[in-house]
T-cell receptor, first 113, second 109 residues
């Protein structure tokens, strides 16, 4: 299966600061990357879809100015949580757009204090 | 809008038991269905993928079935072990993945 590397695996930051999460596809080129968020005891919810070389598509209710997505190359997509607040504390996970089967990064546990 | 439901939400069984996890979806026009395992604080591990044209897939002690017409899938785990304890998620693909809320499985030694 596809190998996906996501960093950091966990991060604690102060309220008001920004956090960048990286997602790399190690053994294939991903033109599309899906970013999900998972709150405790809940399932994964799609936040946005990034496309290499173009603007990301955000799901309803997700603030594009708060969750900045960059997909500058076929192997790297980043999600930056800007001006983070405690309610942004969650588990963020990426998944490259593989046509036949979904694979996921290891996830990033973000805690905003 | 596709909705995916998993029952039960939590399950606790003694080691060695066979068990079945259930997943249902509202829109049968799916491309495929995937079962994942998620350990606490970790990412998702793909267990089994069933294409829309298939009825089941097997991997070791795991067997997943798919009945598109009724909008149901089951994950059968044989001879459960404490190491099987995790949350199991099913997800269906129609354009994008839609996940169920998961079943938290605890296998007691």
């Amino acid at each position: 299966g596809a190998v996906v590397s996501q960093h950091p695996s966990w991060v604690i930051c102060k309220s008001g600061t920004s956090v960048k999460i990286e997602c790399r596809s190690l053994d294939f080129q991903a033109t599309t990357m899906f970013w999900y968020r998972q709150f405790p005891k809940q399932s994964l919810m799609l936040m946005a879809t990034s496309n290499e070389g173009s603007k990301a598509t955000y799901e309803q209710g997700v603030e594009k100015d708060k969750f900045l997505i960059n997909h500058a190359s076929l192997t790297l997509s980043t999600l930056t949580v800007t001006s983070a607040h405690p309610e942004d504390s969650s588990f963020y996970i990426c998944s490259p757009g593989v046509p036949t089967e979904a694979f996921f990064g290891q996830g990033t546990r973000l805690t905003v204090v | 809008k596709q909705e995916v439901t998993q029952i039960p939400a939590a399950l606790s069984v003694p080691e060695g038991e066979n068990l079945v996890l259930n997943c249902s979806f509202t829109d049968s026009a799916i491309y495929n269905l995937q079962w994942f395992r998620q350990d606490p604080g970790k990412g998702l591990t793909s267990l089994l993928l069933i294409q829309s044209s298939q009825r089941e897939q097997t991997s070791g002690r795991l067997n997943a079935s798919l009945d598109k017409s009724s909008g149901r899938s089951t994950l059968y785990i044989a001879a459960s072990q404490p190491g099987d304890s995790a949350t199991y998620l099913c997800a269906v693909l129609i354009g994008q993945l839609t996940f169920g809320s998961g079943t938290q499985l605890t296998v007691l030694p």
